[in-house]
């Protein structure tokens, strides 16, 4: 094949050209902390005003790898990883109370919740947590 000029320059270009479209390196953030403290809930999906009448608001707490969660009825406890905005519990260990309703329907999809990993965000004071179709948020509280 003869040589044609430009050729060189042309196929120099593309290379530069293709090279300057590359992703550029993105600086990785630090990751996600599992949410630590105790926390009561402030509205869900599945609880009109973020309760039920006449039962004890919802609460959560994290310590040291360890979820205890309180529905107003009974209460959960279990082993915590996860992070990076995703939560896992290992094993979420419940009172077996009988719960009046609407309390044991509120009950049933909150412990769902938690048990299915869901996805959180801290926001200040602020716990956001959701898995499917169910979110919740919750306030962040003195330790009892």
């Keep these: ?9 042309a196929a120099a270009l593309l290379i530069a050209l ?3 479209c590359a992703a550029p390196e993105v600086a990785k ?16 999906t599945f609880a009109e005003h973020g309760r039920i009448p006449g039962a004890a ?9 360890q979820l205890s969660a309180f529905s107003g009825c009974n ?3 279990g ?14 260990a419940t009172t077996r109370r009988a719960c009046p309703e609407p309390l044991a ?23 956001a947590i959701g898995a499917g179709n169910d979110r919740a948020r919750f306030r962040r509280v003195p330790a009892p």
């Design 1 to 9: 094949m003869p040589h044609r000029p430009g050729y060189g320059i």
């Design 18 to 20: 293709i090279q300057g």
């Design 29 to 44: 953030l630090p990751p996600i902390p599992l949410p630590e403290g105790h926390w009561e809930l402030v509205s869900a």
């Design 57 to 65: 608001r919802a609460t959560l707490a994290f310590s040291n790898g």
């Design 75 to 77: 209460t959960a406890t």
């Design 79 to 92: 082993e915590l990883t996860g992070g990076d905005g995703q939560l896992e519990v290992k094993e979420l």
């Design 105 to 127: 329907w509120f009950e049933f999809r909150y412990f769902r919740m938690l048990r299915t990993g869901p996805s959180y965000h801290v926001d200040g004071d602020v716990l």
